[in-house]
């Protein structure tokens, strides 16, 4: 049985053989390619073809021992056995070389090709395509006016919000540029150095001359008309920062004479929170004069907030000086008690600052009732947010001096009617721990609103669904909304844009008759690659106009929003 099963074996694999070889031999005549997958299931046969792959399907069967047999990754169950295989070649019943030939020449064979645009490798370093304004082109690469003439100009988006284009250079452009006028890299690294010297001497030359002139005015008058922040303590905040520095440098004057006339503890702690006052609300004078500067380069965001730096700081002096030393001069008075004198002209004093810190306070009050009611803020939120720290140091501090007075006028009542100085020392305590509370208070305060406090919730939410309902927006994510203090709040937002939208946008503002015959043009990859180059910058523009008009229509709808930054996800 085994010889027999082992010499059928050997007619099929020389049958099979000769099978090929006519196969390949026909291929060779039609194509000079370098391979052909000839597939028997699992068995692939390589056939010597350099243009197209051709595949042919063949079947093989192999024969256990016992004479069953046994497919190799077949599923068809009808294919012939060897021996009719063998028999139908040998008969003629199967098919004929020539007609297997004839069968490959006609079909028709498919290729498909997968047309990959060639990558650019951009390095880590690249600016062929960058723009550079006028300013820096002259600035960065020593040129002049003229030589900016014969450039390329591009207009582009302002990011500014009084423009709507501006000019633009080729950064490629404006070097080609800068050789050709210095002639080398090493002439213009040379001329930039001058230029940075001689910018630091004309920094110096400014210092010297703005004190020359300073000293020039101080000499012969300045004849400059009122400035606006002059201005500025003629109104609002500063206006009553200037009556309270007035009134309560007179109280000073009037308590310190009395304290030296009658050695009352309690007149020399009043004496002592006037003169805390004054100091505190000069301080803030120069605070509010400070936030009127306009930004610089150091600080892009203005000076606002040195009326919080300068309310702190009031703060800090009204526990020390007025706290601390009231503290003092009472735990002494305990300590070592001495008799007063006659109290008449202390309660004349006291009854005078009364009626000048009542008016103070009042004139606060009502600047602070104005201003919330104009924040859509009740009285007790517009003080407790500071939203105006100088005008808050100034109602804290008169209040607290209203109250000062008449506990240091019952405290020295108390002492004339028994006798007994201790009731005096213990008023002096008692107007300290008022200015220790009120010191703390702004201490707080200020301290919140300098660390960058979020805004209300009911802001932040209208802030979110106005941008939300726009078409243009699919979702917002990381908000951030900081109140920069005096009313100004700056907006910051991860934003999902629907790229459908802005692309209809930008067609919705096109020819499309024209776009279609510049489609129906594009024939070779290389028109392909230039039709989507142009189209897609011109996409990326329509997305940051899109940017544009949201802020926009931020800072329009929300006045408080002076910065936003829209961040595209």
């Not at 090709?113 to 550079?132: C, D, H, M, S, W």
């Not at 080398?184 to 940075?196: G, H, N």
């Not at 859509?376 to 109250?403: C, H, I, K, M, W």
Request: with cysteine.
């Amino acid at each position: 049985m085994m010889p027999a099963l082992a010499a059928q074996r050997r007619g099929c694999r020389s049958l099979y053989g000769l099978y090929l070889r006519g196969q390949a031999a026909a291929l060779r005549r039609a194509c000079h390619g370098w391979q052909a997958s000839m597939k028997s299931v699992s068995l692939p046969c390589i056939l010597p073809c350099n243009r197209l792959p051709v595949q042919l399907m063949s079947q093989v069967r192999v024969y256990t021992s016992s004479g069953q047999k046994k497919d190799l990754g077949s599923e068809d169950k009808n294919v012939p056995t060897s021996e009719e295989t063998v028999n139908k070649v040998g008969t003629g019943q199967g098919t004929s070389n020539a007609d297997q030939k004839q069968s490959f020449l006609k079909d028709p064979i498919q290729v498909k090709v997968k047309a990959v645009l060639k990558k650019r490798e951009y390095g880590p370093k690249y600016t062929q395509n960058n723009f550079i304004t006028g300013v820096r082109a002259i600035n960065e690469f020593c040129l002049k006016s003229s030589d900016l003439d014969q450039l390329r100009k591009i207009k582009r988006r302002s990011p500014h919000d009084d423009t709507e284009t501006f000019t633009v250079y080729l950064r490629s452009d404006v070097e080609a540029k800068s050789l050709e006028v210095w002639g080398s890299p090493e002439a213009l690294a040379r001329e930039r150095k001058r230029r940075k010297e001689e910018e630091i001497k004309y920094r110096e030359n400014l210092f010297r001359n703005q004190r020359l002139l300073k000293e020039y005015r101080e000499f012969f008058g300045n004849t400059k008309p009122r400035s606006s922040t002059a201005a500025m303590f003629f109104k609002g905040p500063g206006k009553v920062v200037m009556v309270a520095i007035c009134i309560n440098g007179l109280n000073f004057f009037f308590k310190l004479l009395a304290w030296v006339y009658t050695g009352s503890a309690s007149m020399f702690s009043e004496a002592i929170h006037s003169l805390a006052d004054t100091c505190n609300q000069a301080l803030l004078a120069l605070g509010i004069s400070q936030s009127a500067r306009t930004p610089d380069p150091s600080h892009p965001y203005g000076f606002t907030n040195m009326r919080y730096i300068a309310s702190l700081i009031s703060g800090v002096g009204i526990f020390m000086m007025g706290a601390g030393l009231s503290w003092y001069h009472g735990i002494m008075g305990l300590l070592h008690p001495h008799p007063i004198e006659s109290l008449l002209w202390a309660y004349c004093i006291l009854a005078g600052s009364l009626v000048s810190e009542g008016a103070t306070l009042l004139v606060a009050i009502n600047e602070i009732r104005r201003s919330a009611r104009a924040k859509g803020l009740s009285f007790y939120q517009y003080v407790v947010q500071s939203r105006d720290p100088s005008t808050n140091v100034v109602l804290l501090e008169d209040a607290a001096a209203v109250l000062s007075v008449a506990v240091a006028a019952t405290c020295m009542g108390l002492t004339s009617l028994t006798g007994n100085p201790y009731y005096d020392s213990v008023g002096s305590l008692g107007v300290g721990t008022l200015l220790g509370t009120v010191s703390a208070f702004l201490i707080y305060t200020n301290t919140e609103a300098l660390l960058g406090r979020s805004i209300q919730p009911e802001q932040l939410q209208r802030l979110t669904e106005l941008l939300e309902s726009d078409p243009v927006v699919r979702a917002i994510h990381d908000v951030k909304a900081t109140d920069m203090g005096m009313s100004k709040v700056r907006f910051k937002a991860e934003v999902d844009f629907d790229g459908r939208v802005v692309t209809r946008s930008y067609l919705e503002k096109q020819d499309i008759e024209q776009l279609l015959q510049e489609i129906q043009q594009v024939k070779t990859l290389e028109e392909l690659e230039a039709f989507m180059l142009k189209h897609g910058e011109n996409i990326i523009d329509t997305l940051g106009a899109e940017v544009d008009r949201l802020e926009k229509d931020l800072k329009q709808r929300n006045p408080d929003v002076r910065h936003v930054d829209l961040e595209i996800l």
